[in-house]
């Protein structure tokens, strides 16, 4: 059994190969208990390598013989914003792989946009109760909560350059929310400003944390998450999995990284 303390790095050339090699493992992992009957929880996110990841897994071979009625799909993170907005990760995540895939509709769970008669902390609450209607999570999974929300078997997170995970920024307090699993964030330091976020607890009661990451702009935060930084001051420190803590990484963004934990088993 791998200590699920530590973290690991796998390397690719490049962004086009580390979406490609993240997709791979992302079959791996997600066919195999598709396969077995077994319900899947993936959690996805957004940004430029979240969105490359998508596209990677709609053009994956696997992607026409997986089970899809299995598998259901969440967000850690989404903007606030109107409907069909470029700035929701739910469109970006719909045109990369969505379009192209047959998931079921019911299986694709989207917080709610700013134009569909919520508000903010209505989205919010809304987003945890259908996190709640899926759960529980094993009790001993966090320690903190006793897990109203399914335990995904991926969690995928990018990482921002000041090394913020989903939309749990650098000294804010929504990083340390432990006793709500969605929560809205106000005048965000990165636009758009409204936002709805899973807290920390809820990330690290899944089985596998991916977080994927490239460019030379993010190998100080990758750094830092690796060297064991606050998490207040570094989200991405906090990130971890049940199972595994995995950081995928092109050749720019691994500059800093400690030889020892360079991994490409995974």
Known sequence: MP??????????????????????????????RARAGKTVHVSLTGGGMGTAVLRAAAAHPAAATTDWSHVHFWWSDERFVETGSAD??????????????????????RMAASDEGL?????????AAELAAFGPAPT??????????????????????DGHIASLFPDRPE????????????????PPPARITLTRPVINSSKRVWLVLAGPDKASALGLALAGASY??????????????IFFVDEKAAQNVPPDLIDGSY
């Open 232 to 245: 207040h001051s570094v989200p991405a420190a906090g990130a971890k999995g049940r199972r595994r803590t």
């Open 175 to 190: 990083i340390g929310i432990i006793d709500r699993t969605a929560v809205p964030v106000l005048d965000s330091p990165k």
């Open 119 to 127: 508000d903010i902390e209505a989205a919010a609450t809304a987003y």
């Open 3 to 32: 200590d699920s303390t530590v973290k690991r790095v796998v390397i690719a050339a490049d962004p086009e190969a580390l979406a490609a090699a993240v997709a791979d493992r992302f079959y791996a992992r997600v066919g195999k």
């Open 88 to 109: 929701r990760n739910e469109v970006g995540a719909t045109e990369a792989f969505f379009a192209k895939v047959e998931v079921p509709a019911a299986n694709i769970h």
């Open 140 to 161: 001993a999974a966090t320690g903190i909560l006793t897990g109203d929300w399914p335990s995904f078997d991926i969690c995928f997170l990018g990482v921002g350059p």
